[in-house]
């Protein structure tokens, strides 16, 4: 919600007013039940979206907004005094909302949130909220509902799009998740949680062409975002390019060199190419940092117990 608190100066060049703009733009982060890092998606969305919103806002403020200069101090003091208490209203009741949300109280957040978005039907930031308790609330047919609105509302808004795919592939609706991951991707072509939750999608669509393409695109932005590497290294394998998917192994493990799923899955590669020696060298790393890869990559490599 934006708000505009005029603040009257008065100098020797004569009367002048300036425009301030005060952005209130609060949306909570929620977790899904779901093991991918949806958190970590909506936070950067909502970040990125306010940023871009707030360079928006101020060019055309700048450039769209005046203030009259027949206009008196008296008549400028008695708006700004009219527009305090709602203001403030506003601010409390969002902040009340926001607390039933934080808490689990999203019935008593539905209770609040229903009027208010009834008498202002295009506010998509409370939209969004309501989609979010209707979710957490077991709700998920509502939620799709809002989140359309919000959509409908506010195109540009990626954390609908993204709760929209969430919504939508829990629900196994997967080309229905593809299209919102999507958009959300376009809208933040530089997000790499979220191009790498499309490369996944891809893949159980059954789209390994694609998929690797958006892992090329992550690890071109980012080298370091070493689960791409990850993820490329399972359709290696699978493709039973035992090199390239080693290489792949090999440039993760520079940036995050203790992750047993890297050393786990070279050990079984090793094993598949008939490298034994290999294999048990990454076995022995696997004892220092994760015991229980180590004990199921040693019944690998010695499936006799020995």
């Known amino acids: 919600m934006l708000y505009f608190t005029l603040i009257y100066k008065e100098g020797n ?26 958190v970590q998606i909506t936070e950067k969305a909502v970040k990125e979206y306010k940023k871009n919103l707030v360079s928006k806002e101020k060019k055309e403020i700048k450039k769209d907004v005046g203030i009259k200069e027949s206009s008196t101090k008296k008549q400028k003091q008695e ?9 403030q209203h506003s601010i ?33 930031e409370l939209r969004y909220k309501l989609a979010i308790c209707y979710y957490e609330f077991g709700l998920p047919n509502k939620a799709i509902e809002e989140l359309n609105s919000v959509i409908k509302l506010k195109p540009d808004f990626a954390p609908a799009h993204i709760r929209l795919g969430v919504i939508n592939k829990k629900k196994g609706n997967i080309d229905l998740a593809l299209r919102e991951f999507a958009q959300a991707s376009e809208l933040m072509p530089n997000n790499l ?15 390994k062409t694609k998929a690797q393409d ?8 980012d080298p370091s975002y070493y689960n791409a590497n990850l993820l490329m290294s399972d359709l290696l394998i699978e493709n039973k390019d035992y090199d390239n998917a ?9 940036y995050s060199p203790k992750n047993p799923d890297i050393h786990f899955k070279l050990g079984k590669i090793y094993m598949l190419q008939g490298n034994k020696n ?10 220092d940092i994760n015991p229980e890869y180590a004990k199921n990559l040693f019944m690998i490599i010695f499936p006799e117990g020995k």
């Open 13 to 38: 060049m004569g009367n002048k007013f300036t425009i301030f703009l005060l952005l209130s733009f609060v949306i909570p982060s929620f977790l899904f039940a779901d093991a991918t890092p949806t």
């Open 193 to 207: 949680e979220l191009k790498f939750q499309l490369a996944k999608i891809y893949l159980e669509r059954g789209d």
């Open 246 to 254: 080693i290489e792949e192994l090999k440039l993760a493990s520079i």
């Open 79 to 87: 708006e700004q005094s009219n527009k305090k208490p709602n203001i």
């Open 278 to 287: 290999s294999a048990i060298e990454e076995y022995r790393i696997l004892r």
């Open 92 to 124: 409390q009741t969002s902040n009340s909302i926001d607390a039933e949300i934080s808490r689990g109280n999203y019935a008593d957040a539905i209770r609040m949130l229903v009027p208010m978005i009834k008498k202002d039907p295009n506010n998509y």
């Open 214 to 221: 958006e892992l090329k695109n992550i690890l071109n932005i």
